[in-house]
């Protein structure tokens, strides 16, 4: 392979023991730590942290690609579809984190959002050398996506061939697909529909993508998810109103959710979220529609779950987008 190229169809792995010389923009030497073998700790991270400085315009570089990828999904849950991400190494527990962290925080089922991790649960708590060279099993572990679901691969250098195989195995079953990489170059980015390529640069340390890539990988997921949750109506304003209230830690934060949300007291938050059932969205869309807890959750049946859509429905006016 040459150029850090994905082999073409029909030679999609590597012999053991074969060298893959990857040219991507994370590979190259930082002109600027030269020196840091040579720095105390102090200037150690002096130089890492300056490097870091530079990762959140990389990512605003590339928000009109992300907003791509938000509505993909979103179009994708809508349909009764899933979002998968699939990723090797570092991306591969991104990936692993951010869909775990969603239904806790968001009271989504955990289907919603499913990360595949090229090795499996094992190589998220160890690494496996080698699983990313593997395109077969790329599109093995793809086999569950099914027509109208999203497919987000991550790869740092934007050339993993497990990624690739996932997308290729996507764009068969009429899947969408994104690719979000640090390669604005990438040789995977033609097998996706849309990609957010963030230009990190050169590491710290060459090579070592765990760093500005991989904090550039983490953001913009972090970024896509709560994105597609906000476009679901998992939120209120900025108040997460998908959290139910289960135990007494939880029913804690659901009442004081309510009282942010509503301006009331906290004991005629508490009835209400009693007479919800924990349900935190009925009992908002009851006491800001002053309805009872049934109507309540039957406009929020009628609105797929979105709380301003269901107040809407009970004549609470100014729940729309302004502009």
Not at 214 to 242: E, I
Not at 291 to 297: F, G, K, P, Q
Request: charged letters at 20%; a negative charge.
């Amino acid at each position: 392979m040459d150029d850090g190229d994905v082999p073409s169809n029909g030679d999609h792995g590597t012999a053991e023991g074969e060298a893959v010389i990857v040219r991507a923009p994370t590979e190259a030497r930082n002109s600027g730590t030269y020196d840091i073998d040579l720095l105390p700790a102090l200037g150690i991270l002096r130089e890492v942290n300056a490097e870091d400085t530079t990762v959140p315009r990389a990512v605003g570089a590339v928000l009109p690609e992300l907003a791509r990828a938000v509505e993909l999904g979103v179009a994708a849950l809508e349909s009764g579809a899933a979002v998968h991400y699939f990723g090797a190494g570092t991306s591969g527990r991104i990936a692993t984190q951010d869909a775990a962290e969603l239904p806790p925080t968001y009271g989504v089922p955990p289907e919603w959002v499913i990360a595949h991790h090229a090795g499996g649960n094992e190589a998220v708590q160890r690494a496996v050398e080698g699983v990313e060279d593997d395109w077969e099993t790329g599109r093995a572990d793809a086999a569950e996506v099914v027509p109208g679901s999203l497919v987000i691969g991550l790869a740092a250098s934007g050339r993993t061939p497990y990624v690739g195989g996932a997308l290729e195995a996507a764009r068969e079953r009429s899947a969408r697909t994104v690719l979000i990489s640090a390669n604005p170059d990438a040789p995977l980015a033609d097998a996706a529909d849309v990609h957010v390529g963030m230009a990190t640069g050169a590491e710290v340390i060459a090579g070592s993508t765990r760093m500005k890539a991989g904090t550039a990988q983490k953001l913009a997921l972090n970024s896509f998810s709560t994105a597609v949750m906000v476009r679901m109506g998992r939120t209120y304003s900025n108040l997460m109103v998908g959290v139910d209230a289960t135990n007494g830690k939880l029913r804690g934060r659901v009442v004081t959710i309510l009282v942010q949300a509503t301006g009331l007291g906290e004991e005629e938050c508490a009835r209400a979220l009693t007479a919800a059932g924990g349900d935190t969205r009925t009992a908002l869309v009851s006491l800001l529609a002053e309805v009872d807890a049934d109507s309540a959750a039957q406009a929020l049946n009628g609105a797929q779950g979105r709380v301003r859509t269901a107040l809407t429905s009970l004549g609470i006016p100014g729940q729309e987008p302004s502009g």
